[in-house]
């Protein structure tokens, strides 16, 4: 009998969100203009840099800054090999090869040490991932690129103007962490948020791009590429063309449409003015967690230390020497208690569309490791102490029980 209906990750949104979408249906203006801009200007005050585009994903951002970076064939993109798919299928999409770096041994983050060997002169872009809201190591990695700048040929005055191997930072999940004293977006050549509906800030799907390098152009200009290529290389947008007269317009490039509407950045603009609460409310949640989590059954990732505190994203667990059928005995056990988890992530060399590429399982062998005992509990902002505590302690019970009595 199912005691509790615990979903896995809910949208957090008020009156506050559904006024201010109200506001722009009524307006006149549902697709990118007025408020689009105001919530990119948001944004780049908040993460502490001097611009940031708003899109429709993520991935968006991602494929986007790889193609106005000139990534294409014959070049190699690295990521880590535990992550989402769309880490690395943007890579795929701009006809680059895919590099796979297997995880650092107890880790969720890529293996620094690997990384470095897998630099060779193809390549031209490393996508670190900020799992569960956790900012890598980025110091680490841009040391590494630059120890390596020997090997490094650009095909381009983009490329050549930095003279290294570019860091585009996967930072779906890490909006507001902090990594010695400086915010995700602050590090990374180019930084790609998520405001996807499970994300701690959401636009019910969108992103944003921001970047700390221009690659030899002005901010203004950077921002412009990213214009023309996300709105299919249109010289003017389309509220620009509503002004008097203003009809005519050029195609620079043969670009794409992958832009945010005002519908969406009415969400965001409330989101964001509500963010630092949000985060103060995870962490708490991520406090009770730890207090209630039985630690000798069950490894919890860490959200904070000496010099980071993470955006509180993802509490990802790995359950203490459990088989992955054991494991999904567990997600099934806890699913008959009415609680839905989930698993972050299945490693990317187990999928069918990788494994077709030539990736095996077996060369990333601590990313399996991670894996097969992974599971991740909900988190989001409206959780109450009540159901935190439940949610941890039938964790404690289920994985004794199992533990105890094998899964049959």
Known sequence: MIERNIPFSPPDITEEEISEVKDTLSSGWITTGPKTKALEKKLAEYVGVKKAVCLNSATAAMELSLRILGIGPGDEVITSAYTYTASASVIHHVGAKIVLVDTAPNSFEMDYYKLKDAITEKTKVIIPVDIAGVMCDYNKIISIVNEKKYLFKANNSKQKSIGRVAILADAAHSLGALHKGKRSGQFADISCFSFHAVKNLTTAEGGAVVWTNTFGMTDEEFYKEFMLYSLHGQSK???????????????????????????????GLVQLKRYDDLLIKRQNIIKIYEKFIDKKLIDTIKHTGSDFKSSGHLLLCNLIDFTLEERNKVIFEMASRGISTNVHYKPLPLFSAYKALGFNIDDYPQAYKKYVNEISLPLYSTLSEDEIIYIATSLNEVVNNIKSRGIN
Do not use: R
Not at 245 to 267: H, P, R, S
């Open 237 to 267: 947008d389309a509220f620009s063309k509503t002004q008097k007269g203003a009809w005519e317009y050029d195609i620079i490039y043969l670009g794409y449409k992958t832009n945010m509407t005002d519908v969406l950045a009415a969400i």
